[in-house]
């Protein structure tokens, strides 16, 4: 068992770790259509204005690497941007409304987004283009929560539709809606499924109702 001053240490190696040798990075989003990135430790005005979306943000992640960061907005669009320097990358388009929730894949390479137009859609960050259209929900039911299990074969989507998808994405991708399969769909909530989590041994999942 470990004392609380062991664990205390292997959380500040780990922070260390992922935090590098560079200063600690703050991303902010607002519904004024824009980004900030901070270095909250050192300075308190942010190092960077990141704008280019059109409509209010819902949703900005670091990757689990640090090096991208990803934003959803009202605007039916995500964008990528430098986790360094904020610069803009690219826009990833296909959404056809809103976009609310993001998700990375442990290792960085996939991005997962969830709309008001009631899909999940797997982006291939490197090529900046749709990998994976993962429909399942009921129509016009907005997708308002979206988690990755660590060993980036599935996905859970709660959303207005009170029901929770589980999909397992096949090692072949395949461009097409075949290329997925619905694993697991509860149903049985009475209020809009908000906070699906999987666990870190990827054999259960939680949720939280709102």
Request: hydrophobic share 35%; proline share 4%; with cysteine.
């Amino acid at each position: 068992m470990f004392t609380e001053t062991k664990l205390c240490e292997r959380a500040q190696e780990r922070y260390d770790a992922a935090k590098g040798l560079g200063p600690e990075r703050l991303v902010s989003a607002s519904d004024d259509f824009t980004l900030c990135l901070w270095h909250p430790e050192s300075d308190k005005k942010h190092v960077s204005r990141m704008t280019g979306h059109q409509q209010p943000i819902n949703e900005v992640l670091f990757s689990p690497d640090g090096r991208l960061i990803a934003s959803a907005s009202f605007d039916k669009s995500v964008k990528l941007w430098d986790g360094l320097r904020g610069q803009y990358l690219a826009s990833l388009r296909g959404h056809v409304q809103r976009v609310y929730q993001l998700a990375w894949s442990a290792d960085s390479r996939l991005l997962c987004s969830g709309s008001a137009d009631s899909t999940l859609k797997v982006w291939d960050i490197k090529k900046k283009k749709l990998l994976f259209d993962l429909p399942g929900h009921a129509d016009e039911a907005s997708i308002y929560a979206v988690d990755w299990s660590p060993d980036g074969q599935r996905v859970a989507s709660g959303g207005k539709d009170k029901v929770l998808k589980f999909k397992f994405q096949q090692e072949t991708p395949i461009p097409t809606s075949e290329q997925t399969r619905i694993k697991v769909t509860l149903t049985g909530s009475q209020a809009t499924l908000a906070l699906p989590a999987i666990s870190i041994t990827d054999q259960s999942f939680s949720v939280t109702e709102s």
